[in-house]
């Protein structure tokens, strides 16, 4: 990509090359709409490229090891001991959830009730590697910014396959949140973290169906 005919560099200096046309033509958008000063909070797809470029392509193997962290403890595997409608809310929207993991991947993981943490089969967890390693260096980044806006490694993969969508996949991160917010109420600066997660995951999934338009690669 080029800027007054000079190649655009990443902060660590790197030049950023991006995969698809799709995507050039969304990074170029971003820097039209640029006025005399650049505001990088206005350029989200620009700053995954870069965070691409930078840092999964050199620490691919540590963004990989991450996110299978988040799979070995996975949100959606904790579940409250109570109160029942909790458990109710909790059982409707992670569940069909862990059974689409295991009808795609083949990877079955455990449940539990409260917060003692269990261990997961090495076998599911080796499957949910091979499925990481699988995507393309941008599609991983991408997944990796969904993964922790949404704090679940499921709901993330379940996101990169069209699944469920950036509002259903950041609801069911959020079914605890919205409960306790129910019973207690919301306050600004909650609710300001809230949309900016939010804003994240729609950002992330964006950026891997621009990264992979026309592209061939693992979903």
Known sequence: MTLDGRPVKTPAKAILAVPTMALAEALASEWDAQADVVRPETMPLTRLCATTIDKVVPERRAVIDGLVAYGAMDLVCYRADQPADLQARQQERWQPLLAWLEDCYGARLAV?????PIQQEAGALDILRHAV???ADFSLAALASAVEALGSLVIGLALMADRVGPEEAFSA???DEDYQMERWGDDAEAA???RRLLDDVHQAARFDRLS???AQGPR
């Open 112 to 116: 539990t009730s409260g917060v003692v």
């Open 133 to 135: 390693d699988a995507r």
């Open 173 to 175: 991160s959020q079914v």
């Open 192 to 194: 300001g973290r809230r």
């Open 212 to 214: 992979r338009d026309g």
